[in-house]
Each structure stands twice: as C-alpha cells, then as structure tokens.
C-alpha cells in the first residue's frame, strides 16, 4: 500500500468521526466516501497546520508597505519626469535647481526606501514571523499600519515645510 493510499484512508477515517467544513465551499464533510469534496468537488488531504502560519496580519503589514511603496512610486516616478522635463525646458541649472529638487523629494525617497526595506523584511523573514504569538502578529501588524500612515503624513508635511521655505 502506497502512502498516498495511507494518508487518503487516514483522512477519511477522520471525517468519518469529525465535523470539519470544506475549506473551499464549508460543507460539512462528515462521513464523505472519498478524498473530494461532494458539494464543490474540491480534492481535500489530511495536512498538519500551525495557527502560527496563518497568513491574515502578514498580509496586512504586507499590504501596508506595498501601498506605501506603490504610492512613493509612482509619485516619485511622476514628480522625476515633470522635474526633468522642467529642467530641460527651462534650461538646466544642475547646481542650482536640481539639489533643491533632491531635497525636496527627499522625504518620499527615504519613505520608498523604508517601506521596500519593511517589504523585503517580511518577505525574507516569514520563519522568524511565524514563531511569535497570533496576537503578537496583529499587534505588530497593525503598528505597521499606523506606522505608514504617521510616517507618510510627517513626511508629506516635510515636503511642504521644504517647499515653503527653500
Ligand atoms: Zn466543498
């Protein structure tokens, strides 16, 4: 008998005797003939999960920094372009007007470089992650949240600042 003839025995002696849903549709699969799901038709196997692993507050802190990078992205990107296109057409100053200009998108590039930095932690440590506690994850999940947001909103004002007194 193969192990993969064991482990579909082993999953249907459990639902024989559990009450677990469906992971695509939830219907209950108690006592189902086979390794498929009756109702959607899903195949199913028995696996060993870790509430750990879930991947809800790591997709959270992910999604936060991806915007953030996205948005100081494109921003970035646009503002560079008109610059240029400014510099060009205006006549360039390098030693003059292109500092300023540095400057004053200074604090969206070290935004950019923070979130892609916050991103390729996340990524790159998903073990590390998986170790602390469920509610440690969304503790530290939501504080990234609110760390983007505070971050952007003082360095949007960082740009005004710059741009009203330079
Ligand atoms: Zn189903």
Redesign the pocket.
Known sequence: MTTQDDDRRALLEWLAKHDDP?P??A?ALRGVPEAK?P??G?QLRLSVASPNASTGAWALAVVSFSLALGFDGVVLFMGGVAALIDLITNGISWSGDAPQILLFASPLIVLALASATGLWWFFTRRRTWALLSRRRQWRLAVLVFLLVGVAHCIGGLTMIWIGNNF
Request: aromatic residues 12%; proline residues 0%; contains cysteine.
């Open positions: 469906c695509i549709c219907y799901c109702e959607c899903a």
